[in-house]
């Protein structure tokens, strides 16, 4: 069954450092999420991204994030300068109608 | 803006009972209600969705419904097993767009034998 895969499974990184998280999402799904979980609260959307433009942001993705769809089969987010607040799960998912499919996740953490 | 409240941040339940998770919402109607599972360190697996029009849906041993005038849905686990354990999502959907799913914080359920 094909699924959502995300590399890599744990980041450490100093704080001011860049990260990218990858993800590759299923290969016939057109719609492509970023969601993050910070440790013990709810699960928080970031942005949505279809026919290769953002379709909608969260106040929490700020000018620091970004994501990128760089050929036709992966799904990046690019934190540019970590902040200790950005240690989190941060979970890849994508749609093809209404229920998403995340992928297991990329624990950051920011020292 | 949207808020979602789930009851009881921890649901314990007896091995072949009924678990029912309660999901409450503020403001507008989505026009999706969505159900997840969650295992530690793990991403969210969906469950089942209901549409707006819908009073109720299941799904094996699932069974969701779902009242807009309440600004509620109930999801009912039945015939529990320990491996039934995990923390279930309740997730808005807005429109009938492929859209973002605004979360509620979980419901932790653990099922003793």
């Known amino acids: 069954e094909p699924e959502v895969t995300q590399t890599p499974s744990h980041q450490v990184t100093q704080m001011g450092q860049e990260v990218i998280l990858r993800c590759v999402p299923i290969?016939?799904?057109?719609?492509f999420y970023w969601y993050r979980q910070i440790l013990g609260q709810k699960v928080e959307f970031l942005v949505s991204f279809y026919n290769n433009e953002i379709s909608e942001k969260s106040e929490i993705f700020d000018d620091q994030f970004s994501v990128e769809r760089p050929d036709g089969s992966n799904f990046t987010l690019k934190i540019r300068s970590t902040k200790l607040e950005d240690s989190a799960m941060y979970f890849c998912a994508s749609s093809l109608e209404a229920e998403q499919f995340f992928g297991p996740g990329t624990r950051l953490t920011v020292l | 803006s949207q808020k979602i409240e789930q009851n009881s941040e921890a649901l314990n339940i007896q091995e072949g009972k009924t678990a029912t998770l309660t999901c409450n919402y503020t403001n507008y109607s989505p026009a999706y209600l969505q159900w997840y599972r969650q295992d530690p360190g793990r991403g969210p697996v969906f469950l089942l969705l209901?549409?707006?029009?819908?009073k109720e849906k299941r799904k094996e041993r699932l069974k969701v419904t779902f009242d807009t005038t309440l600004k509620q849905s109930l999801f009912h686990i039945t015939a529990s097993q320990p491996a039934d354990s995990a923390t279930y999502l309740c997730?808005?959907?807005?429109?009938?767009?492929?859209?973002?799913?605004?979360f509620g914080t979980g419901t932790r359920l653990q099922v003793f034998p």
């Open positions: 209901i549409r707006e029009n819908e």
């Open positions: 997730a808005l959907d807005r429109s009938y767009n492929t859209d973002k799913l605004i």
């Open positions: 290969s016939n799904h057109l719609y």
